[in-house]
């Protein structure tokens, strides 16, 4: 249960490529301000703005629930936060925190005590409330973000190296959150076995990327064929917001965040299957995955039938073999990574932290929000 240097050097490349993705897309926003695109400059910007903002809610709700349990000492008063939050700071915060307290963790040589071990725990903790925020941004904002971009790329044929830059920043941001989300949940989690890394890392990075770049190409080739089929998007979050409805997510603490993290969750069922309760996924995980498949694939072949051959855009086989090539090959890491790589048992036991002992607030948030 250390907080190594390299979970210490993994937090320093999450503020990097965070700050990279942001202020790509600003750059973008700014460039098709320039060029006359108000429309594309509002949509860009609106898509920055509600990823932050929605982890800014998180982020105070999380940290004054901390405070009222005595969970993490932040040092701040609810003043301060309210500053800082409204400034779009929490994350920078949280960030600033965990790198402070992770240097005297990692500079930890002997055996770790009872105090060292709560450190280190807390540390886990921290680590994973950034790790889940990061989550939430990846998918309202980068997610979002890429769709937008390739719509314009191959609807409009408006390109630019900035723009190239922008999906490259949140290819990787979705790549980043994913897996470090992933490992740090269950490293937070001693009664866990923790997620192997080297091939079983890559093999479900490689699952996670390769699904969503077909649902990102999927969508993106709808949308192109017809812009008032963005509406499909619409309704499939609410599918997926109505589901978390049905399954009675005991996330927040209070009943209106509660609502919007269901809302959130809809928004993420768009992109990738989640596990919403920590529950056996085996059924559900089957049947998302049935109908990410048929959505998938019936993009193509309804434009195929729809659009005459004239109106076929040159590039629209390459797009179709690549969601179908990604959409298998994502699927078939998928199940090589839960048939032979899948950690499971509680192999690691941890004494009982003092202080600990309780399930505070903190942790029992991060057990229910826990992705087998």
């Not at 006359?36 to 400059?41: D, K, R, V």
């Not at 005595?70 to 994350?91: E, I, P, S, Y």
């Not at 269901?262 to 059924?283: A, D, E």
Request: aromatic share 14%; glycine share 6%.
């Amino acid at each position: 249960m250390r907080f190594t240097k390299l979970r210490y050097f993994c937090s320093v490349v999450g503020i990097v490529l965070y700050v990279v993705d942001i202020g790509s897309d600003i750059w973008v926003a700014v460039q098709f301000y320039h060029d006359g695109h108000y429309a594309w400059f509002a949509l860009t910007l609106l898509l920055v703005l509600s990823g932050s903002v929605s982890t800014q809610i998180f982020s105070y709700a999380w940290f004054r629930d901390d405070i009222e349990q005595g969970d993490l000492a932040c040092g701040m008063t609810k003043t301060q936060l309210n500053f800082l939050h409204v400034l779009q700071l929490g994350t920078f915060t949280r960030y600033y925190q965990l790198l402070k307290k992770g240097v005297t963790a990692i500079q930890t040589k002997h055996s770790l005590g009872s105090q060292d071990r709560t450190l280190h725990l807390q540390l886990f903790g921290m680590a994973t409330d950034l790790s889940m925020l990061k989550l939430f941004r990846t998918f309202l904002e980068s997610a979002p973000q890429l769709l937008l971009q390739v719509y314009i790329i191959l609807g409009h044929s408006h390109r630019s190296i900035i723009q190239y830059i922008c999906v490259t920043g949140s290819f990787l941001s979705i790549a980043w959150a994913t897996v470090d989300y992933r490992r740090c949940f269950r490293r937070s989690l001693p009664h866990l076995t923790e997620m192997p890394s080297g091939l079983p890392t890559a093999v479900y990075l490689l699952y996670k990327l390769l699904t969503i770049l077909s649902r990102v190409l999927s969508l993106s080739l709808l949308v192109v064929w017809n812009a008032y089929c963005a509406l499909v998007l619409a309704f499939v979050w609410l599918l997926g917001t109505v589901w978390t409805h049905v399954l009675q997510t005991d996330f927040c603490t209070s009943e209106y965040l509660e609502e919007f993290y269901r809302g959130v969750i809809g928004v993420i069922l768009i992109f990738t299957f989640f596990n919403v309760k920590g529950q056996n996924t085996r059924v559900p995980m089957v049947i998302y995955y049935t109908l990410y498949v048929l959505q998938n694939l019936a993009v193509p072949v309804m434009v195929f039938f729809l659009k005459s051959a004239d109106e076929m855009s040159s590039y629209f086989w390459l797009v179709t073999f690549a969601i179908a090539g990604s959409l298998l090959a994502g699927l078939m890491c998928l199940s090589v990574f839960y048939a032979f790589m899948h950690p499971r048992g509680e192999s690691r036991e941890a004494d009982e932290v003092d202080g600990l002992g309780e399930e505070s607030e903190n942790s029992r948030r991060r057990k229910m929000f826990l992705q087998h």
